[in-house]
């Protein structure tokens, strides 16, 4: 039991890390890109993810 | 052409990153309670970590090339963006920058202070802490290894960068005999975690059926956009914490 929740916490820790939103919105947008093969799209999103992930972080520790 | 240069860099640059970070371990338990079975697990975790890259590098040939490109792409994309992530805000001074001093400096206290064994038996301490801390860090080198050389069709040309940086950093970890605390191993991660981005970007797009302008070129304008957000992004995070920051902590 104690193996498969270290597997499974090495699998959430490799994939979804410290912010749940941004692999969330990474799915969302990569649905959303399968779906209308917009090239701008994936870039768009993970600047935008990223930006906002990061400032939400430095509001709550600064 | 280009993007094998990238994906040469790329994981250079990453194994080197994890690499340091392996060496400190090592070197740390290695000092203090001997090298026999250090190195003993050393080499038991360079021997798994071999073991799954043989394993699951042609294994993955065997998935449609579109399906594959797409898995990796979302995989890559999300731990990508977590090192870069974690990179803006250590370069905005929002986390601690990690300290191969200190960390080498905990270790070797762990070390000290973990019941010894006679002269001459095997140590078990120093052999599952170093087999343990290479694995682990190894695991990540492995990750990029078999994703970008099954996705790229070039798997001795990942898994050579990746044994170039782990030779290039053991040789200079012994011949410094210490941590590699000079290694600007902040902004490799910066730069890293931008390219290991970019390239889940591209693969996540290609496998959705995107058809980039460009073709194979389209990666470079994604490495330069994405470096330029990372970077003013972190800019404009530096300048806010040093406006709030109070006077007396600016001074």
Do not use: C
């Amino acid at each position: 039991m104690r193996y498969i929740r270290s597997f499974v916490l090495f699998w959430w820790n490799f994939i979804v890390g410290d912010d749940w939103r941004v692999a969330a919105g990474l799915a969302v947008a990569l649905g959303l890109t399968w779906a209308t093969h917009a090239w701008w799209l994936l870039p768009l999103a993970v600047a935008l993810l990223l930006a906002e992930s990061v400032v939400r972080e430095s509001r709550s520790s600064g | 052409m280009s993007s094998n240069v990238l994906l040469f860099v790329t994981t250079f640059f990453a194994s080197a990153v994890e690499a340091v970070e392996a060496l400190t371990i090592v070197l740390a338990v290695g000092v203090v309670r001997g090298w026999r079975s250090t190195l003993t697990g050393v080499g038991a975790a360079a021997v798994v970590l071999g073991a799954i890259v043989a394993a699951l590098g042609p294994a993955l040939r065997l998935i449609p090339i579109d399906t594959l490109r797409f898995v990796v792409g979302a995989l890559l994309l999300a731990f990508g963006l977590q090192w870069l992530r974690k990179a803006i805000l250590r370069a905005s001074g929002y986390k601690p920058l990690h300290d191969e001093g200190a960390a080498f400096a905990r270790e070797r206290d762990a070390a000290g202070s973990a019941s010894r064994v006679a002269a001459g038996q095997f140590d078990w301490y120093s052999f599952t802490v170093a087999f343990k801390g290479v694995l682990l860090e190894g695991l990540e080198v492995t990750f990029i290894v078999v994703t970008f050389g099954s996705t790229q069709g070039r798997l001795g040309l990942a898994a050579g960068a990746a044994a170039a940086a782990v030779v290039l950093v053991t040789a200079v970890g012994v011949a410094v005999r210490g941590p590699l605390e000079r290694v600007p191993e902040n902004s490799l991660k910066f730069v890293v975690g931008v390219l290991l981005t970019s390239f889940g970007i591209f693969w996540a797009g290609e496998g959705a059926g995107v058809h980039w302008p460009g073709s194979d070129l389209a990666i470079l304008g994604i490495v330069g956009f994405l470096a330029a957000v990372s970077f003013a992004l972190t800019r404009w995070l530096h300048r806010r914490r040093v406006a709030l920051a109070p006077a007396g902590a600016r001074a």
